[in-house]
């Protein structure tokens, strides 16, 4: 039997991907569940080109930022063995799937064949069904990484009017986003910037899941926080999860009204620190969630908004945080003393932790509400 390269829809794949998830054969191995699980669910959300050794190794085995995909071999070994045990699986249990999962040697990124034609179809019809449009008709692949799906270059130009972007021009430096999500698996980073998940329900294609998309696109924007990767698979020890600067946030589809319920909790306290309803009538189309997901953002993620606010009330922000607010204040007043609370507080940061801010305090720069 000829088995075309072809792509499912999203539900096939992820009913493929529970079959082989739950199958015996895998049971055995946690660790190439995860690797499997994580691999298929970014090639779904259109990032699977992204897919590397380095980032496979840190959010799926928990490796520090530090790691080197070259001289370690920890993913490519687990790689090997995760394409022999499917080739197992679909030899025993999956051989009735109707769709096969495979992760083709030299790459990361999944592939799907259909091993099953419907009989039924096949008799009505004489021939096979109609073929699912091909994954390239889901992205932008001559983009960079970051620009790469349509949902982020819709993104770009209101979060230029709208969001305060990590620097003054947009980044598309995949190896450092890479590192800086790796920073969260060390103990030594928790301290420094609030930590942001953000969580929705199933099915991606909803309301909740697209907004949760939208609002987590633009948390990569910020500097004042340090936003998780949506699909991140990793065992958490509970020091890590009572990290008092750890912060989710939870987007839940409501049926009466309709609409939106996202909730800002604090994991380590489980205080609600903000709740908002955001009506249906106003999530109408893509455009509308975008516009209310980047508002959101701007009242959550910055150096004044509800999280920032939260930490300083309840003393569990860092000197950089302090900064960064600090200097944002001067940014708005441009007082005197505003400026010296600013420039005081900067002098007294590492250099690591000054480029992290928006704006450094030096006779070469202004802050951008300055310049005419």
């Known amino acids: 039997m000829t088995i075309e390269r072809e792509r499912p829809d999203d539900q096939a794949i992820h009913q493929a991907l529970e079959k082989v998830l739950s199958s015996a054969l895998f049971a055995r191995s946690e660790r190439l569940r995860a690797f499997l699980k994580y691999v298929v669910e970014k090639e779904m959300e259109g990032t699977g080109h992204q897919l590397k050794g380095y980032t496979i190794g840190i959010d799926v085995f928990d490796r520090p930022q530090a790691f080197n995909a070259d001289s370690d071999p920890l993913v490519r070994v687990h790689a090997g063995k995760l394409r022999k045990l499917l080739t197992a699986y679909y030899a025993e249990e999956g051989a009735s799937d109707d769709w096969r999962i495979d992760v083709p040697k030299g790459t990361y990124v999944p592939e799907y064949r259909r091993q099953c034609i419907s009989s039924s179809v096949q008799e009505e019809t004489g021939r096979a069904p109609a073929q699912p449009r091909r994954a390239g008709n889901r992205r932008f692949s001559w983009l960079p990484a970051p620009l790469s799906s349509p949902l982020s270059v819709l993104s770009v130009l209101p979060l230029l009017m709208f969001v305060p972007l990590t620097s003054p021009a947009m980044s598309v430096n995949t190896p450092a986003q890479s590192r800086l999500h790796g920073a969260l698996l060390e ?20 309301k909740a899941a697209r907004f949760a998309d939208a609002f987590r696109n633009a948390a990569s924007h910020y500097r004042t926080v340090t936003a998780v990767p949506g699909t991140v698979i990793w065992q958490q020890s509970p020091s890590v999860m009572a990290d008092p600067l ?37 999530l109408a189309d893509e455009a509308d969630i975008l516009y209310e997901s980047l508002a959101l953002a701007a009242k959550t993620l910055s150096a004044d908004g509800h999280i920032f606010r939260y930490a300083s009330m309840a003393d569990i922000d860092s000197p950089l945080m302090k900064c960064m607010a600090l200097t944002d204040n001067y940014r708005h007043l441009q007082t005197r003393e505003a400026f010296q609370e600013a420039r005081s507080c900067q002098e007294k940061l590492s250099g690591d932790h000054r480029r992290k801010l928006k704006f450094v305090i030096s006779a070469g720069a202004l802050p951008s509400t300055l310049i005419r």
Not at 268 to 282: L, M, N, R
């Open 187 to 206: 103990r030594k980073f928790a301290s420094d910037l609030p930590r942001v998940t953000v969580r929705s329900q199933w099915p991606r294609t909803g």
């Open 246 to 282: 750890a912060f989710t946030i939870d987007v839940s589809q409501q049926k009466s009204p309709a609409g939106l319920r996202v909730q800002i909790i604090n994991e380590a306290s489980s205080d609600t620190i903000h709740e908002t309803f955001i009506d249906g009538t106003q």
